[in-house]
């Protein structure tokens, strides 16, 4: 993570949240965990090279990621997932105390899924790097199918350990401690239909804030009525995660997904997720997959775009992803997918091409950039932040 | 005493008992003839690639990725086709 800094003496470095969120999450969300949890069946043989993009609010982030799994005798099944994110950020925060920067990050998964009867086993580490960022993770779960094999029952459990640096300070060094405890159950509900309930308690304990992003506060006597100063988060957080998910099929070879998720943590922040998604094979080979999603989340209690004065509380963040607001997504797929006769090995393959449009709108986080060397807006008066991102995921998939 | 007053309540609680025991007599007999009421050679559409919650695996992460690095929410994502008795 290279930022280069302004010529101002409080400008330390604010580099985008969201390069320190994007190592820590996908640490513990990685697709070795997600294609198996909850279902007691070895996943698919399967290779998938995938190509992601993500653009907006100033932000640039793309790269690679490669997953190759093979399972063994029908009761094991090894895989491995590398993904690399190339990071480009002037993001609002960037704006307003730094200057635009790249930087890297990579990621390498390995997992391991044994079958036994109606039990998957699954376990799998990961790793990833970053110039100043290292996060280790390692999962598990289990899963069982009873009742005639229309229910699952499943149990997970996470550890992640990350040791966060500062790029302009060669002293600093501070750990997070991150457990994650799941429980699934899904239920086969008529021929046509399956649901399922997903439960995920959350808890961090150690530095949990980005060690560069700094909150506003007033100050008559700065041009810009105002100055920055170090954010500081508490030093735990513990989490509570309900999602309920229903898919049907339709009369006609088509399905409907539906998802609604209910999240509230002891910073104050709760949250709704809702989405829908349809699902329409074009012929034998085609496949169109549409989807709208909406979230809300109101804001952490240390949160807020200017304090009165330096040092206002204890606590203080002024991080947009910990503050009110809303967004909106539509996205679009389509799937190409043949048989492959030429290849014995080679069972079929796809071409996936996925785009999403989302539009974050900000109530209490304010575009700061607006009043910095202006005699018009005041500082606080500063119109709310709002932007949009699309997402592009371009991959090829071979099963085998 | 002790005698006399166990003996008025279990007096006093015996149609009680009765009425609250049959609903959960009848329940448990319900449930034990509970069977499994989609057949596995009922289950074609349900395994039909498009009734998978997440059917790419790699797409999906890296979607809730993308969400939980601008969202305070984190969680509970993990989609699920399971209990298809696919295997």
């Known amino acids: 993570m290279r930022v280069a800094l302004r010529a101002v003496p409080e400008a330390v470095v604010v580099a985008t949240r969201a390069a320190l969120i994007w190592r820590y999450v996908?640490?513990?969300?990685?697709?070795?965990?997600?294609?198996?949890?909850?279902?007691?069946?070895?996943?698919?043989?399967?290779?998938?090279?995938?190509?992601?993009?993500?653009?907006?609010?100033?932000v640039t982030i793309d790269g690679p990621s490669i997953l190759v799994r093979k399972g063994f005798k029908e009761k094991f099944s090894l895989s491995a997932n590398y993904y690399v994110?190339?990071?480009?950020?002037?993001?609002?925060?960037?704006?307003?105390?730094?200057?635009?920067?790249?930087?890297?990050?990579?990621?390498?998964?390995?997992?391991f899924d044994y079958l036994e009867n109606k039990a998957l086993l699954s376990f799998s580490m990961t790793q990833s790097e970053e110039n100043d960022y290292d996060a280790e993770s390692f999962h598990f779960n289990l899963?069982?199918?009873?009742?005639?094999?229309?229910?699952?029952?499943?149990?997970?459990?996470?550890?992640?350990?990350?040791?966060?640096?500062?790029?302009?300070?060669?002293e600093f060094s501070r750990e997070v401690d991150r457990q994650h405890y799941r429980f699934g159950f899904?239920?086969?509900?008529?021929?046509?239909?399956?649901?399922?309930?997903?439960?995920?308690?959350?808890?961090?304990?150690?530095?949990?804030?980005?060690?560069?992003?700094?909150?506003?506060?007033?100050?008559?006597?700065d041009p810009n009525n105002f100055r920055l100063e170090a954010e500081v988060y508490p030093n735990t957080r513990t989490s509570d995660a309900l999602a309920l998910g229903v898919m049907v099929y339709l009369p006609y070879r088509a399905s409907f997904k539906f998802k609604a998720r209910y999240y509230t943590d002891d910073w104050g922040?709760?949250?709704?997720?809702?989405?829908?998604?349809?699902?329409?094979?074009?012929?034998?080979?085609?496949?169109?997959?549409?989807?709208?999603?909406?979230?809300?989340?109101?804001?952490?209690?240390?949160?807020?775009?200017?304090?009165?004065?330096?040092?206002?509380?204890?606590?203080?963040?002024?991080?947009?992803?910990?503050?009110?607001?809303?967004?909106?997504?539509?996205?679009?797929?389509?799937?190409?997918?043949?048989?492959?006769?030429?290849?014995?090995?080679?069972?079929r393959a796809s071409v996936n091409l996925s785009v999403d449009h989302i539009r974050f709108d900000y109530e209490d986080f304010r575009d700061a950039t607006a009043s910095q060397n202006s005699t018009e807006i005041a500082a606080g008066e500063e119109p709310f932040y709002s932007f949009s991102a699309n997402v592009v995921r371009f991959f090829i998939s071979i099963f085998y | 005493m002790r005698l006399r007053l166990n003996n008025c309540f279990e007096n006093s609680m015996q149609p009680l008992?009765?009425?609250?025991?049959?609903?959960?007599?009848?329940?448990?007999?319900?449930?034990?003839?509970?069977?499994?009421?989609?057949?596995?050679?009922e289950r074609d559409r349900l395994s039909d690639p498009i009734m998978q919650f997440d059917a790419a695996p790699v797409s999906a992460a890296y979607m809730h990725h993308v969400y939980q690095?601008?969202?305070?929410?984190?969680?509970?994502?993990?989609g699920t086709g399971g209990g298809c008795g696919c295997n």
């Open chain 2, 17 to 41: 008992i009765r009425i609250a025991g049959l609903p959960v007599l009848a329940l448990m007999a319900s449930c034990s003839s509970i069977e499994p009421w989609v057949k596995p050679y």
């Open chain 1, 143 to 170: 899963s069982q199918d009873f009742f005639g094999d229309l229910s699952t029952l499943s149990l997970g459990y996470s550890r992640g350990s990350d040791k966060v640096f500062r790029n302009d300070d060669d």
């Open chain 1, 26 to 58: 996908l640490a513990l969300s990685m697709p070795l965990l997600a294609s198996q949890a909850f279902s007691a069946v070895i996943p698919e043989d399967r290779t998938d090279v995938m190509y992601h993009s993500y653009s907006g609010g100033g």
């Open chain 1, 186 to 221: 899904s239920q086969i509900l008529t021929r046509n239909a399956i649901m399922s309930l997903n439960y995920e308690g959350i808890s961090d304990e150690g530095f949990l804030n980005n060690p560069y992003r700094q909150v506003r506060f007033v100050d008559p006597a």
């Open chain 1, 269 to 347: 922040i709760d949250a709704n997720t809702v989405e829908l998604g349809y699902i329409h094979p074009l012929g034998e080979r085609w496949v169109i997959d549409s989807h709208y999603r909406y979230y809300d989340q109101t804001a952490a209690q240390f949160f807020s775009d200017l304090f009165p004065r330096a040092d206002f509380q204890d606590f203080k963040a002024r991080d947009k992803e910990l503050s009110t607001f809303s967004s909106h997504a539509l996205g679009v797929g389509i799937r190409y997918e043949q048989k492959i006769k030429r290849f014995k090995v080679l069972e």
């Open chain 1, 85 to 111: 994110d190339n990071v480009s950020s002037a993001s609002i925060d960037v704006q307003l105390s730094a200057s635009e920067y790249q930087e890297k990050r990579t990621e390498k998964s390995i997992g």
């Open chain 2, 69 to 78: 690095a601008r969202e305070g929410a984190r969680g509970a994502e993990g």
